[in-house]
């Protein structure tokens, strides 16, 4: 069954402006100018497309509900929403996206690995699902074969109220779509909510938050002796030690103080939107960036500096995918208990570990309660002694950890936010607050497109939260 959005007129219809648009880009002097001209609509297709093939087949969601929830408020996407279209297979488990007719691109399903980009004649090894047989109501997994799970009712009222708030919609033009919030205290969820449409096992896109992820794999390999922060990173094409990025090393990675020339904004095509949505091997891409400032002087967020890590991890624990899976079920998901995880590679096997990991909302804060108990699990150190503190403790003077937010003074004096507290963060407010001295874990997710991402929605809900438990004191 295919599923699409202005699939007929959109190859037909083009207004003046995308005629005049199509001119200047194919009016360049030579090949690669035109090639490279053409690089911003293949990013947004890319986006697109791999945003609509996840967003269906790993979270479950309908794909109408993908496009109107997560892309089309997206600066950048509404602005060309009306060149843009799309289509979603689902008896192929493919997505395609269209821009102004002429640029396209396909993500494929792969189960066990989520959704990729495909390019050329590679969709043709991508294995497909199974054919649906006539027209068929959209379901990927019917309710009948994958029974809701029980959702966990806060037994506090000062819970429930925050909870009622944090779900709320205060302003009509700036919607906060909050989809889910767990909170967990002493190991086990304590409250949980969702919204409408999305379940205790929907699995949702952690963005950013992956970054966090990323950093609990590195310390696995640090506690096995496989890696050390403070050595050179081993990345073989900076090995020449007269190469100045020889000296960077996996602690300047974490910190994002490489000083490494890879430009992130956010809503305009830089080199990160070019390596996730165009580039087949990421982390090659990153690699290859020169230095714009001596390495640990200067705080630069950029998710090249995770693509790094992740090509570090796939180096270290086997070479493949397949490896990193293996490794990251083993030795951190199955010791959580985390049941309903995703993660996502670019063609080059390469874990996107800035960006692309799936997983329950359950299971993003049962990942926060190992950092809120150091590191250790049913007895069991999953990371090294001393790895949460490294972790949360202050990069320069900026208000990033390694791997982790510590936010501005405000979460200390609006909201009151503990002071040992640090959080997970990604794109539309997806945030994972780690309280170490509360033993508690508060996990929000949704798609907030307003400034700051529901921010203060965030800080109020943690605020509440935290004041609650310790009244029932």
Request: glycine share 8%; with cysteine; net charge neutral.
């Amino acid at each position: 069954m295919i599923f699409g959005r202005n699939r007929s007129t959109l190859r037909t219809k083009l207004r003046p402006w995308v005629i005049v648009a199509t001119v200047v880009v194919f009016g360049a002097a030579s090949w690669y100018a035109i090639r490279f001209a053409a690089l911003p609509f293949q990013a947004a297709t890319g986006f697109v497309s791999h945003t609509m093939c996840s967003g269906t087949f790993v979270s479950e969601l309908h794909p109408d509900r993908v496009y109107g929830d997560v892309l089309r408020p997206m600066t950048g996407i509404k602005e060309i929403a009306s060149a843009l279209s799309y289509e979603v297979d689902t008896s192929r488990r493919e997505a395609k996206a269209r821009l102004f007719g002429l640029f396209e691109s396909t993500a494929v399903f792969r189960e066990g690995r989520g959704c990729s980009l495909v390019r050329g004649d590679e969709t043709e090894h991508v294995p497909s699902g199974p054919r649906a047989s006539g027209e068929q109501q959209f379901v990927v997994h019917p309710s009948s074969e994958m029974p809701e799970p029980s959702v966990t009712e806060p037994g506090d009222e000062r819970v429930l109220a925050a909870l009622d708030r944090a779900f709320a919609e205060p302003d009509q033009y700036v919607l906060r779509r909050t989809a889910a919030i767990v909170v967990m205290r002493d190991g086990r969820v304590v409250a949980e909510r969702y919204a409408p449409g999305y379940r205790a096992d929907t699995a949702l896109l952690g963005w950013s938050a992956t970054k966090s992820v990323v950093n609990a794999l590195i310390g696995i390999l640090v506690r096995k002796g496989l890696l050390s922060v403070d050595s050179p990173a081993p990345v073989p094409q900076w090995r020449d030690p007269n190469d100045p990025r020889h000296a960077l090393t996996i602690d300047h990675l974490l910190r994002m103080t490489s000083g490494l020339d890879i430009d992130e904004n956010n809503g305009e095509y830089d080199a990160v939107t070019r390596m996730l949505f165009v580039e087949s091997d990421m982390a090659g891409f990153a690699e290859r960036a020169k230095l714009k400032v001596q390495p640990g002087t200067k705080w630069y967020y950029t998710s090249g500096n995770t693509l790094i890590l992740s090509r570090i991890i796939r180096d270290a624990v086997g070479g493949h995918a397949g490896d990193v899976l293996a490794f990251a079920h083993r030795e951190l998901f199955e010791p959580l208990g985390m049941r309903k995880v995703t993660l996502e590679f670019d063609a080059a096997d390469t874990l996107i570990g800035s960006t692309y990991m799936y997983a329950s909302v359950r299971d993003w804060a049962r990942f926060g309660m190992l950092f809120a108990y150091d590191g250790v699990v049913s007895g069991r150190r999953i990371l090294p002694d001393g790895w949460v503190s490294y972790s949360a403790s202050q990069t320069l003077d900026s208000p990033y950890a390694a791997g982790f937010w510590l936010g501005s003074n405000r979460w200390r004096t609006r909201w009151r936010v503990p002071s040992d507290a640090f959080f997970a963060s990604g794109l539309l407010g997806q945030r994972v607050m780690v309280i170490p001295s509360e033993r508690l874990v508060i996990a929000r997710f949704g798609n907030a497109h307003g400034p700051g991402n529901d921010r203060e929605g965030f800080g109020q809900l943690v605020s509440d939260v935290v004041e609650a438990f310790r009244q029932a004191r």
